[in-house]
Nanobody, 122 residues
Framework: QVQLVESGGGLVQAGGSLRLSCAAS????????MGWFRQAPGKERQFVAA????????YYTDSMKGRFTISRDSAKNTVYLQMNNLKPEDTAIYYC???????????????WGQGTQVTVSS
């Protein structure tokens, strides 16, 4: 089994930056892809970005291209989400998840972290 732990969330002013981390442990050899999703109160879970476990093929939802960057540190078994120029509408709980392929469909991800809160003030 794989375990995921997110960190790096917090309170930031609009225009600021945060870097989220998702550390994987356990049977990491079984990981093929990692995704980031977010969910704001009263809203559906939304795809943010995903990447192959090899670090290849980063993919983003259109609204976040140019502001968010997903990357992987193979030595640390950690995937990062660098978020720049944050906006109040980016406020949500951010989750990382393990999947078999890079996809926007949250149902295709098998293991989820506990989430980390990101709050952007105006």
């Amino acid at each position: 089994q794989v375990q995921l732990v997110e960190s790096g969330g917090g309170l930031v002013q609009a225009g600021g930056s945060l870097r989220l981390s998702c550390a994987a442990s356990g049977r990491t050899s079984r990981i093929s892809a990692m995704g980031w999703f977010r969910q704001a109160p009263g809203k559906e879970r939304q795809f943010v970005a995903a990447i192959k476990w090899s670090g290849e093929s980063p993919y983003y939802t259109d609204s976040m291209k140019g502001r968010f960057t997903i990357s992987r540190d193979s030595a640390k078994n950690t995937v990062y989400l660098q978020m720049n120029n944050l906006k109040p509408e980016d406020t949500a709980i951010y989750y990382c998840a393990v999947g078999r392929i890079v996809t926007t469909a949250w149902g295709r991800y098998d293991v989820w972290g506990q989430g980390t809160q990101v709050t952007v003030s105006s």
